[in-house]
């Protein structure tokens, strides 16, 4: 990966723990940024305001898809609309602090529901539609989510 990230499935269990520790870190950088944050450095490419707004909306999708999977025997996710979300929700028009504060919060309450897994739900499977139709695993889930996490984070880093 261009990130550097390794998926290692077997270590998804710490995957809460270590996405709340990255998210707290962009929430820091955010507020460090403050009006700056909403500054596109490249046409075509998220401020940093876009795409923390972007990671908090994963992790609550994220959170919510791994609800559904231990209510449902291998339900299909759609597709979050990640580009849409942007000018949806109005991500640069958001509040840079306000964001900050909802991604830490976002991240604990991600870290909660796989916190409250049972080992075996870990296995559980799902058709994940992201980067091609798939079946995965929880596990894969958790670590797939701290991946986004990380890369975001890179490219928050990058442009601050």
Same mark, same amino acid.
């Given at each position: 990966?261009?990130?550097?990230? $390794?998926?290692?499935?077997?270590?998804?269990?710490?995957?809460?723990?270590?996405?709340? $520790?990255?998210?707290? @870190?962009?929430?820091?950088?955010?507020? #460090?940024?403050?009006? #700056?944050?909403? *500054?596109?450095? @490249?046409?075509?490419?998220?401020?940093?305001? &876009?795409?923390?707004?972007?990671?908090?909306?994963?992790?609550?999708?994220?959170? *919510?898809?791994? /609800?559904?999977? =231990?209510? +449902?025997?291998?339900?299909?996710? !759609?597709?979050?609309?990640?580009? &849409?979300?942007? !000018?949806?929700?109005?991500?640069?028009? +958001?509040?840079?602090?306000? %964001?900050?504060? @909802?991604?830490?919060?976002?991240?604990?309450?991600?870290?909660?529901?796989?916190?409250?897994?049972?080992?075996?739900?870990?296995?559980?499977?799902?058709?994940?539609?992201?980067?091609? /139709?798939?079946?995965?695993?929880? =596990?894969?889930?958790? %670590?797939?989510?701290?991946?986004? /996490?990380?890369?975001? /984070?890179?490219?928050?880093?990058? @442009?601050?």
């Amino acid at each position: 990966m261009e990130c550097g990230f $390794e998926y290692r499935p077997g270590g998804a269990e710490r995957a809460g723990s270590d996405i709340v $520790e990255t998210a707290l @870190q962009l929430a820091a950088m955010l507020a #460090d940024a403050g009006a #700056d944050a909403r *500054e596109r450095r @490249q046409p075509g490419i998220w401020s940093p305001l &876009e795409y923390v707004c972007h990671v908090r909306d994963v992790l609550l999708v994220q959170r *919510e898809r791994v /609800l559904l999977a =231990r209510r +449902q025997e291998r339900p299909s996710f !759609d597709p979050m609309g990640r580009d &849409e979300r942007v !000018d949806h929700d109005g991500y640069a028009e +958001q509040d840079p602090s306000d %964001v900050a504060s @909802q991604l830490s919060d976002a991240a604990r309450l991600f870290a909660n529901v796989l916190g409250r897994l049972p080992a075996a739900d870990w296995e559980r499977t799902v058709m994940y539609s992201y980067p091609a /139709l798939a079946e995965r695993s929880l =596990r894969w889930v958790g %670590v797939h989510t701290l991946h986004e /996490l990380r890369h975001h /984070l890179g490219d928050v880093r990058r @442009q601050l």
